[in-house]
C-alpha cells in the first residue's frame, strides 16, 4: 500500500528556476491538495483538485502552477522560483466517501530557492 | 469563515503522565469532522483520531481520546500516559464534506509543539 509519494523529498534551486514537485497517490482518490507549512503558518492551501482536470486555487496559489491530466498525479510546478517559497509543501488526498473523509499526506517536499 | 484556533504554541508533560492539547472552530456548518493530526520531527502527517460531528460520543483511540462539545465548538485532545515518542507537532482540523465533484474544505490549526520529557 504505497500511499502517496512525493519527490523530490528535498530540493535545492536557484531564484527564478522553474520545479516541479511531484505526488503519486495509489488510491483512486478523487480529491488532492498541495500545502505549503511555514514556521508560525501552519499548513495553507495552495491548489486543490476535485478530479482530473477539474483544480482550483487555494488560499496561497500566486506564483504556482499545478495540472492533473490522471486522477494519480498532482503536479505542483513554481513557473520562478523565489526565496518567499522555500518552504515543506505536502500533497494530500481524500475521497469524499470513504470512510471519515479523511485527508491523507505524503512525507513532503523541503524546497530550499536560494 | 471557518477557522480553528489552536491557542497553545507549546506544552511539556512528563513521560507517563496526560496531558491535553486544546483546539476550538467556529462554523456555521451542522455537518463537518474533526481531526488531529500529528507530526513527528520527520515531517510525515499522521492522522491521531478523528470524530463525526454528528456523533455525540467521543472518539478513543488507545492512549488518545477527544473531549468534543459541539454547542461550545470545542475538541481537545487528551493523550494518556504519555511516551517519548509522542513528541511532536499536533494539528487540530475539520473538514466540511462537499459531495462528488464538490470540494471537501478542509482547515487546519496552526499547531501546538508538544514536548514529552523523560
Known amino acids: 500500500d504505497a500511499g502517496i509519494t512525493q519527490s523530490p523529498r528535498y530540493k535545492i534551486t536557484e531564484t527564478g528556476r522553474q520545479v516541479t514537485l511531484m505526488c503519486h497517490q495509489t488510491w483512486s482518490h478523487s480529491y488532492m491538495f498541495w500545502y505549503r507549512q511555514d514556521l508560525g503558518h501552519g499548513l495553507r492551501l495552495i491548489y486543490y483538485?476535485?478530479?482530473?482536470?477539474?483544480?482550483d486555487k487555494g488560499e496561497v496559489p500566486d506564483g504556482y502552477v499545478v495540472s492533473r491530466s490522471k486522477t494519480e498525479n498532482f503536479p505542483l510546478t513554481l513557473e520562478s522560483a523565489t526565496r518567499s517559497q522555500t518552504s515543506v509543501y505536502f500533497c494530500a488526498s481524500s475521497e469524499w466517501y470513504s470512510s471519515g473523509n479523511t485527508i491523507y499526506f505524503g512525507e513532503g517536499s523541503w524546497l530550499t530557492v536560494v | 469563515a471557518q477557522t480553528v484556533t489552536q491557542s497553545q504554541p507549546e506544552m511539556s508533560v512528563q513521560e507517563a503522565e496526560t496531558v491535553t492539547l486544546s483546539c476550538t472552530y467556529d462554523t456555521s456548518e451542522n455537518n463537518y469532522y474533526l481531526f488531529w493530526y500529528k507530526q513527528p520531527p520527520s515531517r510525515q502527517m499522521i492522522l491521531v483520531i478523528r470524530q463525526e460531528a454528528y456523533k455525540q460520543q467521543n472518539a478513543t483511540e488507545n492512549r488518545f481520546s477527544v473531549n468534543f462539545q459541539k454547542a461550545a465548538k470545542s475538541f481537545s485532545l487528551k493523550i494518556s500516559d504519555s511516551q517519548l515518542g509522542d513528541t511532536a507537532m499536533y494539528f487540530c482540523?475539520?473538514?466540511?464534506?462537499?459531495?462528488?465533484?464538490?470540494?471537501?474544505?478542509?482547515?487546519f490549526g496552526s499547531g501546538t509543539k508538544l514536548n514529552v520529557k523523560p
Open positions: 483538485s476535485a478530479a482530473a482536470d477539474i483544480t
Open positions: 482540523a475539520f473538514m466540511i464534506p462537499g459531495g462528488s465533484y464538490n470540494f471537501n474544505k478542509f482547515y
